[in-house]
């Protein structure tokens, strides 16, 4: 299991050796950079949070009880740092629009009968999750892109797995919608 890895570094840290503290940096820097982008909407502001998220997390550490894997202890942290500098700086949450990273080959996909090019599926449905709330994007992208299970996202969150399945329920409906009004061709799709 991923997090035994994880445990085994975080033990090493508290029994000070503090350079194991950079494993859990490397391999968890682009996740924690990312949610606190798609938060914040500001790449300058993402870079800054994401250093102040480690060292909180370092200083922290010894807190973490294993009840939840560590990534989802991190998401955590992460989640709520940058909910406060979006509050900090007294404004509301607006989400970095997605990058769009299609890949460049041919790539495509045979339904009914017609071809689809893939990659512009993938910007269609970027769009459209843009489209959606900054905490449903956080909970989508959580749940789509990271895999976290349910209950890591309510943890992440700070709300209830109920709430999170609803508001997946919702979102999916809405990104439907959105996407059968943008394109015809992805109602074909059984999302």
């Known amino acids: 299991m991923d997090n035994n890895r994880d ?9 000070g050796d503090t350079g194991a503290f950079k494993f859990l940096v490397e391999k968890y820097q682009q996740m924690v950079y990312t949610l606190a982008l798609k938060i914040t909407g500001n790449k300058e502001e993402a870079e800054d949070a994401a250093q102040e998220i480690f060292v909180k997390c370092y200083h922290s550490l010894n807190s973490y009880n294993g009840r939840a894997a560590f990534a989802t202890w991190l998401y ?3 989640y709520n ?3 406060d500098v979006v509050k900090r700086n007294h404004r509301k ?3 970095e629009k997605w990058d769009v990273d299609v890949e460049t080959g041919e790539a495509e996909y045979y339904c009914f009968d017609e071809k689809i090019d893939l990659k512009e599926i993938k910007v269609l449905l970027k769009e459209a999750i843009y489209k959606l709330s900054p905490q449903d994007q956080v909970i989508v992208t959580l749940y789509y892109y990271d895999d976290l299970p349910l209950r890591d996202i309510a943890e992440v969150m700070g709300i209830k797995e109920n ?6 329920h919702r979102s999916r409906c809405r990104l439907l919608e959105l996407l059968q009004s ?3 061709i992805i109602s074909t799709l059984n999302l």
Do not use: F, P
């Open 7 to 15: 445990i085994i570094y975080i033990n090493r840290v508290l029994n």
């Open 76 to 78: 955590r942290i992460t």
């Open 81 to 83: 740092h940058a909910v």
């Open 93 to 95: 949450w607006r989400t």
């Open 163 to 168: 709430n999170v399945k609803i508001k997946l």
């Open 182 to 184: 943008k394109n015809e």
